[in-house]
């Protein structure tokens, strides 16, 4: 009876096992019937060191099955539910279709006016008493070509895109006024495109302008890896006016010169594909979504998903407000029908009924649990055990500081910053408050932000907190420089971190005998008598110190929350003027481990 118990104990030996991927030692233990210290010795043999529950990849297993006399067979993937298979085109099937441009630049350099010159210029009379839709794209006709603008807001909606992994532009046109040159959003700008990898096409602006210097601007665009043709570079740059209209014609030919290079094409007899471009609720018709189709051919009546949104098209209107029945590939057209607002960069894909909600249903049960287990974004606290699961390779860091000579202090510094296991790259360096920009361009990098004597404002930081950004704001140069090293090394002792309690404006400067008190209103959170507080004028930090007195009207009071009214002086401080931010904080002791 005992012997019999032993053998119907005794786990079965398979001959074939199939993996779908890399398995725990425990579980190759089970399925090849073995124990788990003959799987691990078996492992040391092989000069691999696995604990039972250590992954061992698909390679490994199989030398060990063989060791004993077991065959490891790798299954295909599973299909991933909220996933929609993507349609493979046969190179036949291809036809030519029409150049995606975004236009990108500083502010009040003129992507406006430019995009709004292209459009008078190249949209017939009777079609131009039309454009009544603001849908974030239009085509124009030149030369008899089709060529489709993308009139996102800069380049913020083009990284939120690139974040969420969509890549909708073919051209990128960098618009630089010829008076003004080569300005910190340009530079952002370039960054972008080129993190994208979007061809680049400068048009330099405002030529009509007296002081207009273009030999400045290619300089400039020199200096930032934009050599001009002119120049024994690639850069095409060609000077244009929205005000005259001058180089606009100029302008279309490049980008249809520089499309045709890169020989766009799309199969329009098959279910369409897309992007959000930009998506709101309309009272009146409910979710409405701006879609870029990209391949594919979207028809009136089609069941699509985008995201966790899905429904039937029920109407399709173009920039002029005109309702098409079929949008070819390269078509930038307004959508009603979807079930839920989509975001900007959420891929639209046209399915069948019961997949859509399938689908749908997968996808909103996969964002609820994502969101349960947020994505771990870098941050100083963990790169140090980031870089140990060796998940990290570069440390990606945007830098904002107040100076352009702080910048640069600070990259000969990163480049002196060697480890063999992490490299660190800057993706982008600007002088200037850390903005929203900055925020979006981080996310898509899974970079951290440094600010040198500069802070984020409001926006940027409710962004941060939503992307999970670190911020990390300095006044010191080598503190800045010690912390990565630490990070790097493993040993940031976090000690003590900064609670920011609230904003306070000032609107009014009062001088009193060995005082300056500052007027001012709490817009956000609460100062106290005993805050710490930084001054900031136009983003640039001038100076941080303490509250030496509080007050509410004549009485002296122990704090003041938001909406409220109050007089502040600050210790061995009277350089206050009316405009600036106070940034009311204090120091708070980190327990090491928390």
């Not at 398979?14 to 090849?32: C, H, I, N, Q, R």
């Not at 006399?69 to 929609?84: F, K, N, R, S, W």
Request: glycine share 8%.
């Amino acid at each position: 009876m005992n012997a019999q118990a032993q053998v119907r104990q005794e786990p079965a030996k398979p001959k074939v096992v199939k993996l779908d991927g890399p398995a725990t030692v425990k579980e190759l233990s089970s399925k090849f019937g073995r124990e788990v210290s003959e799987i691990i010795k078996k492992l040391m043999v092989l000069g691999v060191m696995a604990g039972i529950n250590q992954e061992v990849d698909i390679e490994t297993a199989s030398i060990l099955g063989s060791e004993f006399g077991i065959t490891v067979e790798e299954l295909p993937p599973a299909e991933d539910p909220t996933e929609i298979p993507e349609i493979e085109d046969s190179p036949e099937s291809l036809l030519p279709r029409p150049p995606v441009v975004t236009i990108m630049g500083h502010v009040d350099h003129g992507k406006t006016s430019l995009l709004d010159a292209i459009r008078q210029t190249n949209v017939t009379a009777q079609e131009a008493g039309g454009i009544t839709q603001h849908i974030g794209a239009y085509q124009v006709n030149y030369q008899g070509k089709k060529v489709v603008f993308l009139d996102t807001p800069g380049h913020e909606a083009f990284t939120a895109m690139r974040a969420r992994g969509a890549q909708v532009t073919d051209v990128a046109i960098l618009v630089v006024a010829a008076d003004d040159g080569v300005m910190p959003q340009t530079i952002e700008a370039i960054n972008h495109a080129k993190a994208a990898k979007v061809p680049i096409i400068v048009a330099v602006n405002k030529i009509d302008r007296p002081e207009a210097n273009p030999d400045r601007v290619t300089q400039q665009l020199t200096e930032h890896g934009l050599v001009p043709e002119q120049w024994g570079g690639d850069t095409i740059v060609v000077p244009v006016s929205a005000h005259t209209k001058a180089g606009i014609s100029e302008l279309l030919e490049m980008i249809l010169l520089v499309s045709e290079v890169q020989d766009l094409k799309a199969n329009p007899n098959r279910l369409a594909y897309g992007t959000i471009i930009e998506a709101q609720l309309d009272k009146g018709r409910g979710p409405v979504a701006s879609v870029l189709v990209q391949k594919g051919t979207l028809h009136i009546g089609d069941t699509i998903i985008a995201g966790t949104a899905f429904g039937k098209v029920r109407a399709m209107v173009n920039e002029r407000g005109e309702k098409l029945k079929k949008a070819p590939p390269s078509t930038p057209v307004e959508v009603l029908g979807l079930s839920d607002v989509p975001q900007a960069g959420d891929i639209l894909v046209a399915v069948d009924e019961s997949t859509a909600r399938a689908v749908a249903e997968k996808r909103f049960a996969k964002k609820r649990t994502d969101e349960m287990n947020q994505v771990q974004k870098v941050s100083l606290d963990d790169l140090f055990s980031q870089i140990q699961e060796g998940k990290l390779k570069d440390l990606n860091i945007v830098i904002k500081a107040d100076v352009q000579g702080s910048i640069e202090a600070l990259r000969q510094a990163f480049a002196g910053l060697q480890n063999k296991e992490v490299r660190v790259s800057i993706v982008h360096a600007g002088v200037g408050a850390i903005n929203e920009s900055d925020v979006m361009l981080a996310s898509a990098a899974n970079a951290l932000i440094i600010g040198f004597n500069v802070r984020p404002d409001a926006n940027s930081r409710k962004a941060a907190e939503a992307e999970k950004i670190d911020i990390r704001t300095y006044r010191i140069i080598y503190d800045v420089i010690n912390d990565v090293e630490a990070a790097m090394t493993g040993m940031l002792a976090p000690e003590y971190k900064e609670a920011v309690q609230g904003r306070i404006e000032v609107r009014k400067v009062f001088s009193v005998p060995k005082a300056v008190v500052a007027g001012s209103y709490v817009l956000e959170g609460k100062v106290t008598n005993h805050s710490q507080i930084r001054i900031i004028r136009n983003g640039i930090v001038i100076h941080e110190g303490k509250v030496e007195s509080l007050r509410r009207f004549k009485d002296e009071v122990k704090e003041a929350t938001a909406g409220y009214e109050c007089g502040i002086s600050i210790e061995k401080f009277r350089d206050i003027k009316e405009g600036d931010i106070l940034e009311a904080f204090t120091m708070e002791l980190v327990k090491p481990g928390s």
